[in-house]
């Protein structure tokens, strides 16, 4: 599997997450129509080659409805948007990801676009993508909560200082290591994964 297209799927929540950190009024709402428009776009191309992908399905309707109650909402609503709305999208998204992990890993649409239809239905390429969702999963959760904990650590933060360090840790080299683990992972588990099924075959012919 080539982990490129992973990524691209979480483009739009990439882009919600910086661009709500960058804007003034309706912060957080204007960044959800950004996030919109660029899973629109991603929908609009993955019809074209290979159909709709769930991901892009669920980010539509999440950031749609983050647009709205944002721009619907006062003062109030927009200040909490700022404050837990960013954070609670990655959790949000990362517990869809974990729940259908089992039943539907969002990794076979991607997985499908690179694998001979014969093999869609096997054992091992279910198992593969259920070990793969699962663990991005995990790691939007882990990036969601992080998020989470700076919101409280800047809430009790001494000085700016040790605010902005935590913010850094957090917001900035927490997500990119996982993000950076997961996509390492992709790459070398399918074929550590298939190795380990043939040799368990070949072991149980004996």
Do not use: C, K
Request: proline fraction near 5%; charge should be neutral; hydrophobic fraction near 55%.
């Amino acid at each position: 599997m080539t982990p490129l297209p992973l990524v691209a799927g979480f483009v739009p929540w990439i882009a919600f997450t910086v661009v709500a950190d960058r804007m003034a009024a309706d912060a957080v709402a204007w960044s959800a129509v950004v996030a919109v428009a660029m899973t629109l776009v991603s929908l609009t191309v993955a019809r074209r080659r290979h159909g709709p992908q769930t991901l892009d399905g669920v980010s539509l309707v999440l950031f749609a409805g983050i647009a709205v109650v944002g721009f619907a909402g006062d003062g109030a609503v927009d200040d909490w948007l700022s404050t837990w709305g960013r954070p609670l999208v990655g959790v949000v998204l990362g517990l869809f990801v974990l729940v259908t992990a089992s039943s539907r890993p969002f990794t076979e649409e991607y997985a499908r676009q690179s694998t001979p239809r014969e093999y869609w239905t096997t054992p091992t390429f279910r198992s593969i993508n259920g070990v793969l969702s699962a663990a991005w999963g995990a790691g939007l959760v882990g990036i969601g909560l992080a998020g989470v904990l700076v919101t409280l650590l800047d809430d009790h933060a001494t000085s700016r200082s040790s605010a902005h360090l935590a913010e850094l840790l957090l917001d900035w080299v927490v997500p990119i290591a996982v993000i950076w683990g997961l996509i390492a992972f992709s790459a070398s588990y399918p074929d550590r994964a298939r190795s380990q099924h043939r040799a368990a075959a070949g072991a149980g012919r004996v």
